[in-house]
């Protein structure tokens, strides 16, 4: 067998309160595109950030081309060609595309200073080989997620990597984005360079991986050869269950039943634009309904949710809300009158990290629990009480700090705050992504609940099952403009793609 | 490597139309050159107001006496721009002058070396803290403050005791003029031309920029975060260092109560200036506008007479509020496109 | 105040340390020297002592308080200390009309100069620490261009203020007391408090949890140059003289080490009002301290400055 190109042994990495790593075994060939999948918290990240040097292991050895190493910092690790991709595309927004991509190998004049010329020159010839013309001089900020992802990849292969990392790289990719990426990393493999590959969608996994490793809870649950493994076992040994149980179940923890509400609608937005992202958006969600908003990134939804929660400014249109308009732009307006925002990114705009986890739920209902402006302290303890239980939200206490919580309580926790404001309309946008399986399977099952109860939900998701299973009606937005409504037996993946690609154009 | 062609650019630009790209660029002009254009307009109204401003002699004046300014400025460009700030520059350069009066009874070697080197450590000290510990840069430095404070007034008697320079060529250092411009003004320009070089067309200037702009991509990029940040402050400290030392030359004494606030006055010309608070962005041409504007305000100020200099206060707080609010706006509009 | 238990967690013994120091280190600081002080220096145990040390902290601590609910919000106010010299200023203009519509032009300077502050931060978008630098600037030349020079005065209702002593406390003492009491329960019991933290903790949250966030920011810079100009006011009143050049100068950096040093966070999210009063007394202390064992003044600036660094330190050890 020739020397792996890269290889960890009986890797092991601590950190207060948890052990990320526990002799983990990790072996790269070299031409090999190579997954390393794994649920939150399985240790995925840990992993990459002790191969590029971010982490020293507490124990086990790193190999590369069989020779032992230890990296102080990801510079070294780059330097013996290991580079990384990662999530947010980390370069340097205000930099110049030109110096992003070059940063640290500016050529040089006579003089030993940065030849500006040379400098442009150099970045137009390699990103034309990515499929990108552009002026390489505009501030990177200015540029799509696409071309940075691109200008994120060539910096890592023109530093003559030998192994390439790239973590989620898709996720904020268009799909004619992707196969460029794809096509890119065929030529990556043909040159000999490896890539470790890490993604949440099988699809994709399955396009192009040759090996795959599963990581659970911090151990390898199992690594061998892609295609011989089942889909449904992947996912089993991902989620640590018996495959027969997943086949029986189906993935989701939806009913899967369709109702059609009847009634006056809840929330209706009409005609609502914001140039340059959305263009005569309607939407209406009537009690105990469950609407889903499907599209591709950056057609529209987060921005649709947002807008009708008040926490974007439009330019024309109008919400309602059981036919009384709302104000636009403020959340507050929109919170009063009952529709309530559970947004995408919980980090940044939803759970405050320095409050409990009882703060955290009694913020947006604080109005509500305090007379002339002192608070009632018995009042929120019974609401937080009773929604800690319903949600069965884990926590040592109600005064633990939210941030020491797990991403799926934090979600249930920003679920509770939404409900206690007394909402009738809930907008959740992508309620499920980035929590692990037992907390995704309660908030689907959750969701489910409310719109029996007679609440309003409407329900952004990139997972086309969840939408499915979970939605009645699905309203399919194409580049910030309704391209199209399903409903009933219409709510299928095939129906949604079909719309999606209606006009055989995503992008205009 | 075959290549795959997507097209040549992606949504960003397709849904921003053609005005974008115009605002963009007027946006960065009003941001990099903002201060040299109002600065051109002050000194012309200036011009045309007062028979005694456009002279020769004013114009000497001015400049001169912002030199010492211009320097700290300097090193206050590249610690902004990496993302920090420095408040201890006004300490730093009062006690810099106390230590190079002191020294200048060893000679003209010790005036200088003295107080570049004391001032030049607690720079680096500084920057290690800031680098090392994460703690925010401006707390660090307001202990810098303090502490620098202290360390003066210690060393002079608690800020009783004048030291008188001593050495003859030591006070031709801040004092003698060659070709109508004293020795300050010249080490300025000299360094504002090496500062230039350095930020703009050198690694080290990358680094900083690149720190400033992102942290996180700067370490994931393989900058040396660490040893960045500790020169940019150790810069900034052997600066404040000099300009105190050739302050206390012109003077010909460490005078113990003038620099104090200074820092306040350096940040509001790098800001004025166009560098970004939030790091990043900005450069030395723009900090220089600044420093002269701040100079011919002062310089008006006196024109006018009657006004007492602690006008001059309200002005540059007022320009200080007026640029922030601009670049404030200029940052939305173009958010906005 | 607004505690937030800590979770039991298996950390390490230095990090432990830090957080314990971030909590108690303010008490346990100010306890060590008292007890020093009991030990070691002489007269200190006398009640006129304990006068002029509490008399001389209470404007520290009044402008602490607002420089408490700012940094909660994640925001800082530089600003404090010329607005203690422009409600120094305001006083003098305005002890004509008598001294209560005086003190009324006082705050209401202070109040105008922290809303002009709050406007830029909370609608323009600058940079606390620029927009209240830039208040700094030119609020300290206003008062200096209001009031040039030094100027004396004798208003009977001012020397009361300055002076007079109830239930054998000097009223300047009771004011700063009354004063953090009212903060405390602004914090802790209203509304108003919780949405001050929340918005420090995560502005895109409050934001979108329906709190009037801008609202918030403005009244809280508002408060904090009220704050700054009630201890204006008593200062002038205790000096019976206005000098809008020196009076508050640098008392921005004694109200930002008493509220870090009293273990609230830089980062916001938190406020903790007692511990902020006991880091204006620990600094009060000390520089009592040194100066009743014949060390000069410099030794307190670089005492302080160790303080600082050593208490942000601690806080830093904390951040998950």
């Known amino acids: 067998m020739a020397t792996a190109v890269l290889q960890a042994r009986g890797i092991s990495k601590g950190f207060p309160g948890i052990l990320a790593l526990d002799d983990v075994s990790f072996r790269l060939d070299a031409g090999q595109v190579h997954a390393l999948v794994g649920e939150n918290g399985a240790g995925k990240s840990t992993l990459i950030k002790v191969l590029t040097g971010v982490h020293r292991p507490d124990r086990g050895t790193l190999l590369l081309h069989g020779e032992p190493v230890s990296y102080d910092n990801p510079l070294a690790a780059q330097r013996a060609g290991i580079s990384t991709i990662y999530q947010e595309v980390n370069l340097v927004p205000q930099m110049s595309l030109a110096q992003n991509l070059l940063l640290g190998r500016e050529p040089r004049s006579r003089f030993g200073v940065i030849d500006t010329a040379r400098l442009h020159a150099e970045a137009e010839r390699v990103m034309t080989r990515y499929g990108i013309r552009t002026d390489v001089r505009r501030p990177l900020r200015s540029l799509g997620m696409g071309t940075q992802q691109m200008v994120a990849l060539a910096r890592a292969v023109s530093v003559e990597a030998r192994v390439v990392i790239m973590d989620e790289p898709t996720s904020a990719l268009e799909p004619r984005e992707v196969d460029t990426l794809f096509g890119v990393i065929a030529d990556l493999r043909a040159q000999g360079i490896s890539v470790i ?12 991986c040759d090996r795959v490793t599963v990581l659970r809870d911090g151990r390898v649950a199992h690594a061998g050869p892609l295609d011989e493994l089942p889909r449904v076992d992947l996912v089993a040994l991902m989620l640590g269950r018996d495959p027969a149980e997943i086949r029986r179940e189906g993935a989701t923890k939806f ?24 263009q005569d958006v309607s939407v209406q969600v009537r009690p105990g309904e469950v609407v889903g908003l499907g599209g591709l990134l950056g057609a529209g939804r987060s921005e649709t949710a947002k807008a009708i929660a008040g926490a974007l400014p439009v330019d024309g249109g109008t919400v309602t809300v059981a036919g009384q308009e709302v104000r636009r732009g403020s959340p507050a307006a929109a919170i009063r009158a009952g529709v309530s925002l559970v947004p995408e990114d919980r980090k940044a705009e939803g759970i405050v990290p320095t409050l409990s986890v009882r703060d955290n739920i009694a913020l947006a209902a604080l109005p509500r629990l305090s007379r002339s402006g002192v608070v009632s302290e018995a009042r929120i303890d019974r609401l937080v009480d009773s929604f800690m239980r319903r949600l069965r939200i884990k926590a040592a206490s109600p005064h633990q700090k939210v941030s020491e919580l797990s991403g799926g309580n934090q979600q249930k926790v920003l679920l509770a705050r939404s409900l206690a404001t007394g909402a009738k309309v809930l907008l959740l946008d992508e309620p499920t992504r980035g929590i692990d399986v037992g907390a995704k399977a309660e908030v689907q099952a959750l969701i489910d609940e409310l719109a029996a109860e007679g609440l309003g939900v409407l329900l952004i998701s990139s997972d086309l099952e969840e939408l499915v299973e979970g939605a009645d009606r699905v309203v399919v937005l194409r580049d910030g403009a309704v391209a199209g409504e399903l409903s009933g037996d219409e709510v299928t993946e095939e129906a949604i793609m079909a719309t999606i690609a209606a006009t055989g154009e995503t992008d205009g | 490597m075959t290549t795959t062609i997507a097209d040549a650019d992606t949504g960003a630009d397709a849904r921003r139309g053609p005005g974008a790209l115009r605002r963009e660029r007027i946006g960065h002009l009003l941001q990099h050159h903002g201060a040299l254009v109002v600065l051109a307009v002050t000194v012309l109204v200036g011009a045309a107001t007062f028979d005694s401003f456009a002279t020769p002699q004013n114009a000497a004046n001015i400049v001169v006496s912002s030199s010492f300014l211009a320097i700290v400025a300097i090193g206050m460009t590249f610690v902004i721009i990496s993302g920090g700030i420095d408040l201890s520059v006004g300490s730093s350069f009062v006690l810099a002058g106390v230590l190079a009066a002191y020294g200048s009874r060893y000679g003209l070697l010790v005036a200088l070396l003295l107080p570049l080197a004391v001032c030049g450590t607690i720079g680096l000290i500084q920057g290690l803290i800031v680098a090392r510990t994460g703690m925010a840069p401006f707390i660090v430095t307001l202990a810098g403050l303090l502490g620098m404070r202290g ?7 608690e800020g009783a005791n004048t030291y008188l320079v001593r050495d003859d060529a030591f006070s031709a250092l801040g004092q003698a003029a060659f070709l109508g411009l004293t020795v300050p003004v010249w080490i300025t320009l000299a360094l504002v031309l090496l500062g230039g070089v350095l930020l703009q067309r050198t690694g080290f200037g990358q680094n900083v920029f690149a720190i400033g702009g992102s942290e996180e991509a700067a370490v994931l990029m393989g900058v040396p975060v660490t040893r960045v940040k500790v020169l940019v402050y150790l810069i900034s400290g052997l600066l404040a260092g000099l300009a105190g030392a050739l302050n206390a030359a012109r003077l010909s004494s460490g005078v113990t109560i003038l620099g104090v606030g200074m820092e306040l006055d350096v940040i509001a010309a790098v800001v004025i200036g166009g560098t970004l608070l939030t790091g990043g962005a900005g450069g030395l041409t723009g900090t220089m506008a600044g420093v002269l504007l701040l100079g011919v305000i002062q310089s008006l100020i006196n024109q006018i007479g009657v006004l007492t200099s602690s006008f001059q206060q309200v002005v540059s707080g007022a320009f200080l509020a007026l640029v922030v609010v601009t670049q404030r706006l200029l940052h939305r509009a173009q958010r906005l496109s | 105040m607004a505690e937030t238990a800590a979770a039991p967690r298996a950390w390490s013994g230095r990090v432990r340390l830090l957080a314990w120091l971030q909590e108690y280190g303010v008490y346990a600081s100010v306890l060590a020297l008292l007890l020093f002080n009991v030990a070691f220096t002489p007269h200190f145990l006398e009640v006129a002592n304990f006068r002029t040390q509490l008399i001389q902290v209470a404007p520290i601590v009044i402008t602490s308080l607002g420089m408490a609910l700012v940094i909660g919000t994640e925001g800082i106010d530089l600003s404090v200390g010329s607005v203690m010299a422009l409600a120094s200023a305001m006083v003098v203009l305005y002890l004509g009309y008598g001294a209560p519509v005086a003190i009324i032009a006082a705050l209401i300077a202070g109040a105008a100069v922290g809303a002009g502050g709050g406007a830029l931060v909370a609608y323009v978008g600058v940079q606390p620490i ?11 030349g206003l008062a200096n261009v209001l009031v040039p020079q030094l100027t004396e005065f004798r208003n009977p209702t001012l020397i009361t203020l300055g002076s007079r002593s109830v239930l054998g406390l000097p009223l300047v003492v009771v004011i700063a007391a009354v004063l953090t009491v009212l903060v405390a329960f602004l914090v802790k019991r209203t509304t108003f408090g919780r949405q001050l933290v ?3 903790g995560n502005r895109a949250a409050s934001r979108l949890s329906g ?23 008593l200062a002038t009143s205790r000096l019976q003289a206005s000098d809008p050049t020196s009076l508050g100068l640098l008392m921005e950096l004694s109200a930002i080490t008493a509220v870090v040093v009293g273990g609230t966070p ?3 999210g938190r406020v903790r009002v007692l511990g902020t009063v006991m880091g204006a007394l620990l600094i009060q202390l000390l520089q009592a301290t040194l100066i009743k064992h014949n060390l000069p003044q410099s030794w307190t600036q670089m005492a302080q400055a160790v303080i600082i660094l050593a208490a942000v330190y601690a806080a830093r050890g904390r951040r998950a």
């Open chain 2, 151 to 157: 360390l003066m007034l210690a060393i002079s008697d």
């Open chain 1, 197 to 208: 590959y890490v993604s949440h969608r099988l699809d994709e996994l399955y396009r192009i």
């Open chain 3, 130 to 140: 620029v927009a209240t630098l830039a208040l700094l600037v030119g609020v300290r």
């Open chain 3, 211 to 233: 709190l009037p966030v801008r609202r918030i920011l403005v009244t809280v810079y508002v408060i904090s140059g009220l704050l700054a100009a009630v201890a204006g006011v």
């Open chain 3, 266 to 268: 830089l980062t916001g």
């Open chain 1, 255 to 278: 009913s899967g039943e369709h109702t059609t509400a009847a009634g006056e609608p809840l929330v209706e937005a009409r005609s609502v634009s914001r140039r340059p992202v959305l």
């Open chain 3, 198 to 200: 929340a918005v420090g």
